[in-house]
C-alpha cells in the first residue's frame, strides 16, 4: 500500500483550484467547479511481436526507460510521468475530497487502539536480553537490551544474576533518529553479534529495498564507519561474531552474490554468486550455530550450502544439490542435520535427517513422514526438542516432539484462528514462543515449556479504546466452487450486524506463492466491522491455506482456480446472507492486486468498488521483461511467456490489464509506489489509463501514487494507518455511491 499524509478539506480545495485548468487542458474540457475531470493519458501506440504473437500498448511510454535509477533516486523520473502521475494525485484527491472527515475519524480511531508507549516481549539470549519499544509519539521502534536476571545458560555454564536495583536498558537505535529530514526510511532487520559487542542494522532509505547496513560497537556507542551499501535486508554474523556475510543486489534489485567482511570494517570477499537469475538468495545460521547457511531457491526449486561455524572464511558446501521441483530447507540439531522437504513425492512436506558430515539426500532418513493433508511449514529447533507448524484447512496448529519421538499438540478450538510458532533465541533452553489471535481475539503472547508442557502468559495486545471480543461473531463458512473444491472463508461481524444481505461487505484475497492468508486479529478492520460491515477473507488456491497442494491447484496453468474462487466465495456469502451482489468492495494486494483485475474483469456486476494495492496487472508485459527485478525467479509461478507459447495465450487470457474492455466496471481505487521494486509505479498507472475510457458504468476510476515510497507505502506506523484509512473510505465512498455529489 502506499501511504500519504491526510490534508484539511479546505487544502484540498486549494490542491484541486490549482490543478483543475491543468486537469482541463489535458482534457480539452472546461473544468465544472462540481465535477473534477479526470487526467486523459496520452497514447502512443507501441506493438510488440512476440511468438507469432502481436499486441499493441497504448501506454508504455509511462515506463521511464532509466527505471533503475528512479528506484534509488525517485526524482529522477521523466518528466512527462511525473505530471501525470501528479495528475493522477490531485484527480483522486479531488474526487474523494468529501472523504476528507471520514479518514480523519477513522485515522483517530485507529490511532486510539494501538498502544503508544508499547515493548515488545523480551527474548533472552545468553546474558541478555533484546527487545523493541515504542514511546508516545513514536513513528518508528527503539532497539533495546537489558542485563538478564535469573538462572540461565552461557557457553555451557549455568549463570545466576540477581540483582538488588532492577538494571538499565540499554539503546542500540532509535529508529526515529534515522528517520529525521527523510522522506522514507525502514530498517528492515537487525542483528547483534553472538558475543554481544557489535549491533548491526539494515536501513532502506528509498522503499525500493536496496539498502545500506551498520555495524554499532555497543561497548563505545559508535557506528563504525563504511557502512555496507548495495545489500538486500539479509545478514549475518558468523558464530565467532568476528565476520559479516550479507546479500548483494545487482543493479536490477536481485539478490546475486554473497559477501563476507570483518564484522568491524575492511575488504569484503566474494563468498558465493548466483548465476541464474531467476534464483533469491539469503544468508543466515543454523539454530545451534554450528554453521553458515545460504539459502538458494525459487517456488519450485532449492538448494543449501554450508559453511562450517567454527571456519568462516572456508568455501561453502553444497548440502543436496538443486533438482526442479524438489524444495528443501535445512537446520542443524546438535548432532545431524534437520531438513524440511517435498522429496519424494511428500506434496505437503515431510521432516528428514541426515549425518552431519554424510548430509547428501541419499543420507536422508524420515523423521516426521509425510501426511497429505496436513502441510508442515515449518520446524524451530532447541537442544533436546523439535516443535514444527501446521496447517490445515485454513487453521494452523504447533506439534511438539522431543528427542525419543513423543508428541504433544497445542491446539485452539475455535472455527478460525492463528497459532504461530515464534522459536527460541537460544538453542541451550526448553522454552519457546508462540502467539495465539483470531479475527476478534487480540493476540496473547506465551512462552511454552516444552519438558513441562507449562505455559506462561508473557503479553496480551492491549487495545487503549477498549475492545471486547464477545462484541463480534466469527465463522468459518465453505464456499464450494465450480469443479467441488470447498474454499474455506472467514467472516467477522459484529453482533449486532444482521445475516440478511443488507450489510455492506468487504472481501480481501490474496492466492498466489503458496502465502496463506490467517484468521488474525486486526484492530484496524473494527473501523469497517464496527460500521456495520462484515469483513471476509477467502482462503482461495494459489495459497497454502488448505495444504501445498492448495497452492499447487492454482499456478501457471491452473491459475484461473483462484480467480474462479474468490468469485465462488462472493457468491456464497451473498446466498448465505452475508452480502449482495453490487454491495460488495474486493480487496486485495500486489498479486492480490492481480486476483482484483482479474475478478473485475470477470465478474464485474459483483463489485460495488474494487480496490488493488500496489496490483500486479500488466501480467504479459512484467513478465516478457527480463530487467524487472522478479521476472526470471517468478516464471515457475506464471509461466515463461517468451519461450513458451502456451503460457503466452494462457496469461494473455486472464492479464487484467490486456483484458480491460468496454464493460460497466465499478469503482476502482489503484495504489501505486513511485521506489517500488516488486509492483513497479506503471502496472497501476498503466492499469487506470486504460480503465477509465472503457468503463461504461461512469463510476471513477482513482489512482494514488506514493511519490516517496516503495511496495510497503510510508514507512512509520501512524502514516501507515492513513493509508488504510483513505483505502476503507474509499470502500465506504464506493458503497454509498459519494462520486455522484464529488
Do not use: C
Amino acid at each position: 500500500m502506499n501511504r500519504r499524509d491526510l490534508i484539511a478539506t479546505s487544502a484540498a480545495a486549494a490542491a484541486l483550484a490549482a490543478a483543475g485548468p491543468a486537469l482541463a487542458r489535458r482534457s480539452g474540457a472546461s473544468m465544472p467547479k462540481s465535477a473534477p475531470v479526470p487526467p486523459v493519458a496520452k497514447k502512443i501506440p507501441v506493438t510488440i511481436e512476440q511468438l507469432g504473437r502481436v499486441r499493441t500498448d497504448d501506454y508504455q511510454w509511462m515506463k521511464d526507460d532509466n527505471w533503475q535509477a528512479v528506484l534509488r533516486d525517485p526524482t529522477l523520473i521523466k518528466a512527462d510521468v511525473r505530471q501525470h502521475l501528479e495528475e493522477e494525485n490531485a484527480y483522486r484527491e479531488a474526487m474523494m475530497a468529501s472523504t476528507l472527515p471520514l479518514q480523519a475519524t477513522m485515522f483517530e480511531e485507529m490511532k486510539a487502539r494501538i498502544k503508544q508507549d508499547d515493548s515488545s516481549v523480551p527474548r533472552a539470549d545468553g546474558p541478555w536480553e533484546y527487545y523493541t519499544e515504542f514511546k508516545t509519539g513514536d513513528q518508528h521502534p527503539r532497539y533495546m537490551r537489558v542485563e538478564r536476571q535469573g538462572s540461565f545458560i552461557v557457553d555451557g555454564q549455568r549463570v545466576t544474576k540477581n540483582f538488588v536495583v532492577a538494571p538499565t536498558p540499554q539503546l542500540l537505535l532509535d529508529a526515529n533518529v534515522l528517520a529525521e529530514g527523510k522522506a522514507y526510511s525502514e530498517v528492515s532487520a537487525v542483528s547483534h553479534s553472538p558475543d554481544h559487542s557489535l549491533f548491526a542494522y539494515a536501513e532502506d532509505a528509498q522503499g525500493s529495498e536496496v539498502h545500506q547496513i551498520y555495524v554499532k560497537d555497543l561497548a563505545t556507542g559508535e557506528v563504525l564507519p563504511d557502512p555496507i551499501g548495495s545489500a538486500g535486508g539479509n545478514f549475518t554474523f558468523s558464530p565467532d561474531s568476528q565476520w559479516i556475510f550479507w546479500t548483494n543486489r545487482n543493479e536490477n534489485g536481485r539478490p546475486d552474490k554473497i559477501f563476507r567482511r570483518p564484522a568491524r570494517g575492511g575488504e569484503a570477499t566474494l563468498v558465493y554468486e548466483e548465476t541464474d537469475e531467476g534464483m533469491f538468495m539469503g544468508v543466515g545460521t543454523t539454530s545451534d550455530n554450528a554453521f553458515i547457511i545460504i539459502s538458494i531457491g525459487d517456488q519450485v526449486t532449492s538448494e543449501t550450502r554450508y559453511i562450517p561455524g567454527d571456519t568462516p572464511t572456508a568455501e561453502p558446501r553444497i548440502l543436496a544439490p538443486r533438482v526442479v521441483d524438489l524444495k528443501y530447507d535445512a537446520d542443524h540439531w546438535g548432532d545431524r542435520w534437520v531438513i524440511h522437504t517435498n522429496a519424494d513425492e511428500a506434496i505437503d512436506f515431510k521432516v528428514v535427517t541426515a549425518p552431519t558430515g554424510s548430509p547428501e539426500k541419499a543420507n536422508w532418513t524420515d523423521l516426521i513422514p509425510h501426511t497429505p493433508g496436513r502441510y508442515i511449514e515449518g520446524v524451530g529447533l532447541v537442544k533436546d526438542f523439535i516443535a514444527r507448524q501446521e496447517r490445515a484447512e485454513a487453521n494452523t496448529r504447533i506439534v511438539i516432539r522431543d528427542r525419543a519421538g513423543a508428541e504433544h499438540e497445542i491446539a485452539v478450538d475455535e472455527p478460525a484462528y492463528a497459532l504461530s510458532l515464534g522459536g527460541a533465541s537460544e538453542f541451550d533452553t526448553t522454552v519457546m514462543r508462540y502467539g495465539y489471535n483470531s479475527p476478534s481475539t487480540p493476540t496473547s503472547t506465551y512462552d511454552y515449556d516444552l519438558a513441562t508442557r507449562e505455559r506462561t502468559l508473557r503479553k496480551v495486545q492491549e487495545v487503549p479504546s477498549g475492545h471486547d471480543p464477545a462484541d463480534y461473531v466469527v465463522e468459518r463458512l465453505n464456499a464450494p466452487a465450480a469443479d467441488g473444491q470447498l474454499v474455506p472463508v472467514t467472516v467477522l461481524r459484529h453482533k449486532d450486524t444482521p445475516v440478511k444481505g443488507s450489510a455492506p461487505l468487504l472481501l480481501y484475497g490474496y492466492g498466489s506463492y503458496g502465502i496463506p492468508m490467517s484468521a488474525s486479529f486486526s484492530t484496524n478492520r473494527l473501523s469497517l466491522v464496527n460500521r456495520g460491515w462484515i469483513y471476509a477473507i477467502a482462503h482461495i488456491r494459489g495459497g497454502s491455506d488448505k495444504g501445498w497442494g492448495w497452492f499447487l491447484g492454482a499456478r501457471r496453468m491452473t491459475k484461473k482456480n483462484t480467480f474462479t474462487d474468490f468469485i465462488a466465495a462472493a457468491e456464497h456469502l451473498i446466498a448465505s446472507g452475508h452480502g449482495k451482489a453490487g454491495h460488495i468492495v474486493a480487496h486485495g494486494g500486489s498479486a492480490g492486486g492481480l486476483l482484483m483485475g482479474a475478478v473485475n474483469n470477470m465478474r464485474p456486476d459483483l463489485w460495488a468498488g474494487v480496490i488493488g494495492d500496489v496490483p500486479f496487472v500488466d501480467v504479459i508485459n512484467t513478465m516478457s521483461d527480463t530487467s524487472l527485478p522478479l521476472t526470471p525467479p517468478e516464471w515457475p509461478e506464471w509461466g515463461n511467456p517468451i519461450e513458451d507459447p502456451e503460457a503466452y495465450d494462457y496469461m494473455m487470457s486472464y492479464s487484467p490489464y490486456d483484458q480491460v474492455g468496454p464493460k460497466a466496471y465499478p469503482a476502482i481505487l489503484a495504489t501505486g509506489g513511485l521506489s517500488d521494486p516488486r509492483v513497479t509505479y506503471w502496472e497501476p498507472q498503466k492499469w487506470v489509463a486504460k480503465l477509465r475510457p472503457a468503463t461504461t458504468s461512469g463510476k471513477p476510476v482513482l489512482l494514488k501514487i506514493n511519490m516517496e515510497a516503495g511496495h510497503g507505502g510510508a514507512s512509520g506506523r501512524f502514516d501507515y494507518l492513513k493509508e488504510v484509512a483513505l483505502v476503507y473510505a474509499f470502500a465506504i465512498w464506493s458503497i454509498d455511491k459519494g462520486w455522484e455529489t464529488a
